[in-house]
T-cell receptor
């Protein structure tokens, strides 16, 4: 049973446009949500987080939106750049457990 | 941001030998560290949660006698793959969660990963 889902395995976006990556979860006990970016053969790089008590968090080009009633979060990247091409994982945390989604591979086309 | 260092980055060993991978938080203390394994083109699979001063909590299906985890201090956790076999070849990643009150709001910080190849 997948507790964290990223239903789009891949996404292609033109440079300069908005990239929207989606994530759905099933467990209402998660208290934090995180987004990570990962290049091949490297550890994930933390991007942005959001507490379950908030509905939006913004950091530069990255904004995360949380819709608790729908158990859905999304990561917006504006404007998208070729260097953003990577696999993006969302993760959901309780105090002692972290669950990762399967990832979405983003390609930003110059 | 905080830094987590993993060592070694690459390791090649013969079948039947044991390999130790270290995970260090360089500028913060962490009571909890996590160990993951990633197969090619797959997501990160949580193997175990490592708590300083106590036994690790292993996920279902992970052999605790094969993957020994020690969290001896607030800045160091080690994963030892015992009697490694080719099927243990993988990319192992650790993460650390800073102590509450340290200024980090629920974030996890990841090491660079360690690629293990068992011949």
């Amino acid at each position: 049973d997948q507790q964290v889902k990223q239903n789009s395995p891949s996404l292609s976006v033109q440079e300069g446009r908005i990239s929207i990556l989606n994530c759905d979860y099933t467990n209402s006990m998660f208290d934090y949500f995180l987004w990570y970016k990962k290049y091949p053969a490297e550890g994930p790089t933390f991007l942005i987080s959001i507490s379950s008590i908030k509905d939006k968090n913004e950091d530069g080009r990255f904004t995360v939106f949380l819709n608790k009633s729908a158990k859905h979060l999304s990561l917006h990247i504006v404007p998208s750049q070729p260097g953003d091409s990577a696999v993006y994982f969302c993760a959901a945390l309780t105090y002692d457990k972290v669950i990762f989604g399967p990832g979405t591979s983003l390609s930003v086309i110059p | 941001g905080a830094v987590v260092s993993q060592h070694p980055s690459w390791v090649i060993c013969k079948s039947g030998t044991s390999v130790k991978i270290e995970c260090r938080s360089l500028d913060f203390q962490a009571t909890t560290m996590f160990w993951y394994r990633q197969f090619p083109k797959q997501s990160l699979m949580l193997m175990a949660t490592s708590n300083e001063g106590s036994k690790a909590t292993y996920e279902q299906g992970v052999e605790k006698d094969k993957f020994l985890i020690n969290h001896a201090s607030l800045t160091l956790s080690t994963l030892t793959v015992t009697s490694a076999h080719p099927e243990d070849s993988s990319f192992y990643i650790c993460s650390a969660r800073p102590l509450q009150g340290s200024g980090y709001t629920g974030e996890l910080f990841f090491g660079e990963g360690s690629r293990l190849t068992v011949l």
